[in-house]
């Protein structure tokens, strides 16, 4: 440190000298302006604010999304549940239909009665296989169905 | 200005205290709750904020050789009742549900049940369809009723009512099968119930998104494929029943087994019960005849004798036996169904017409031990292996304690109980070319991944010689001619081997054979000479009169008909051999 400069320093020390410019000059030191960043402040700010109010807009946006959605898999769980039973129902019914008695029942309403001697036609000879007989009304085991 | 001064003091030091006492009384509470009771609280919003249900694996269908379903399980519901919130209103809400759910509810009761006094819960009906008690609650809703409330269940439901029945069993309220092949294959249609924990909202119970949630993976029973024929089982189950009503017999079982596989194809009970509206619940209809009921079989067995001395090449079906008017034997006179003097019968003439006497003459070739050992071989005494709850063994005296009379009855079939299946097996090994395979009802079972396990069949074992077999065959050919015992049971085109079967029935109290009282069957296989299927009749207790040929006959012959019919299984165009009944 050189002895200007040291006294310079000094200047506010147990001396306490006023503060006068000719020491300063004579120390080499001078008043400068203050330094101004070239970089402008407003940009930066509304960058940060522009993040924060979309990540918090987002967030809030996201929730409420998620909420919604989640009555929403509700509601359709519980109409998946409905549409479930009513093919379970729906499905009973066909089953019903389908049932061998069901369709007995309505093949004997049509007047339809159950081969009583089975009987086959080979295709590839033309032969008939077993000995066919007609059915006929009355020449029937099966005329009711018993529920 | 001093006084009020020392007033304003004073409530000061009121007002201080009073704070001082509330944030005392504040704080000593913050302390219970944070301090002392933390852990309960802390677990009470915990329980608040999740949901645990467990995930219901729902069981395995069983299913008929084609695909179709036999038993299934659907969404079922219970409804419950809150007496207090429902008396007022009972006769309304009962018409509704009567009007609903129909006869499976009573109006009387059901105001009772919600009339109820001192009681905050009841229940109103159990197992009725989603759909049903659906309906009936919105109904109630709509009449702007309160008090009647549903609960979730599995419902196992039997598309085709009766169906089966005895076979396929029941499940009991709590879901277990507890007879047939519900109980059987219990273990494999039951899946593994799962679970899942997550947070909800615990104000409105709506799923908190993203939350922890754990679940436990169900896995579905596994779904039963059986050896039934469903169209063929209708079939049998609507004959058997008019054959018995017909009949006014107790009970019949019919029981069709294609004879290459063992594989019971239609087994058929009547009377019988409806599982799907739990109708006809009693246990004479419940029981599984053909594997938990024995009963003396009568002359079906004398097929067995006859094959028992053929495979020793004691017997042809020309062989000629002298058959006396009548024996004594320990002090029983035994005699035929029908009176002659002495007759001169070819072995394949004893099983046409069916002589105890003929039949007793051939057995005395045999001694006690071998005749004991050939009935074994035959499976008699032991369970048939068909894999069904409460078999019976039947009931085979040890040969070694067999009295003459023991011989001479157990040769026709009385004196000794079997049930309809170990018949079946036994007749089946003589159709089957003298080999003979355990019976069974399910091939296969299948996992929710579509991968199915094939049940193995057990292996088969020879128990009389191919000839032998042959020669059986040839002689039960002769009871469906037309000059045999059961002509009725013929199928025109088809060769058919058949025996009848009237037996003396045992009173269960006694143990003595009641006069008048017979189990009437019939036996047969078809076609006699490259055999498919083999059909068996036994009816309880018909009209007095009744005869195997002619009871049992005509329902086999339709039952067998049906069941050739839709297999495909076309006459071999052979004819059957003449064989000579007398000498």
Redesign the interface.
Known sequence: MSPQLARAVNMGGAAAPRFSPEAAKAAGLRLVRPVRSRARKAPFVVVVMTVLSIGLVGLIVMSTV??A???E??KLNSQA?EL???Q??LT?EV??LQ???NV?RRAIAYGMV???????L?LSDAKV???P?AAKPGNT??RS??P | MSASKTVSRRRLRVCLAMIVGVFSVFGVRLFQIQGLDASAYAAQAIADGTNKSTVPAPRGDILDRNGA?LATS??GMTLTADPKMTSADAPQIARILRQELGSRIDYFDTIDKLRTPDSRFVYLIRDV???TG?KALTAIAKANLTGVFSEKETLR?Y???K?AANLLGYVNGTGKGVAGIEQEYNKTLTGTDGASTYEVDPNTG?????ADSTVTAMVPGRDVTTTID??LQ??AD??L??AVRESSSDWGLAITMDTKTCQIVQMSQAPTFNADDGTGMADSNTVSRAVQNVYEPGSVMKTVTMAALADQGKIASDTPIVVPSGMDIDGFHIGDYWEHGTIHLTAAGVIAKSSNLGTIVASQQMSNTTMYNYFRRFGFGQMSGVNLPGESDGILKNGKDWTKANHATIAFGQGVSVTALQMVRAVGAIANAGKMCEPSVVSSTTGADGKQVKIPAAPSKRVVSKDAAATVTRMMEAVTAPDGTAPAAA????RVAGKTGTAWRVDPATGRYIRGQNTVSFMGFAPADNPRFLTYIVLDKPYSNAGGGSTAG?VFH?IM??A??RF????T?SKSPKVAQTW
């Open positions: 998620l909420q959605q989640s009555f898999a509700q549940a479930e039973t009513q379970q129902l009973r089953d019903k049932s061998p008695a007995a159950p081969n009583t001697n089975p009987a086959f080979r296989l077993g000995k007989e085991n099966i169905v018993t | 379903e659907v969404d369809p989603a759909w659906k439901t598309p085709g009512g169906l709506v799923r908190i998104p993203m469903r169209d209708w079939y609507q004959r029943a008019d199928i025109k085109g088809y005509p339709d008909s049906m050739l019919e495909g299984v076309a006459p165009g």
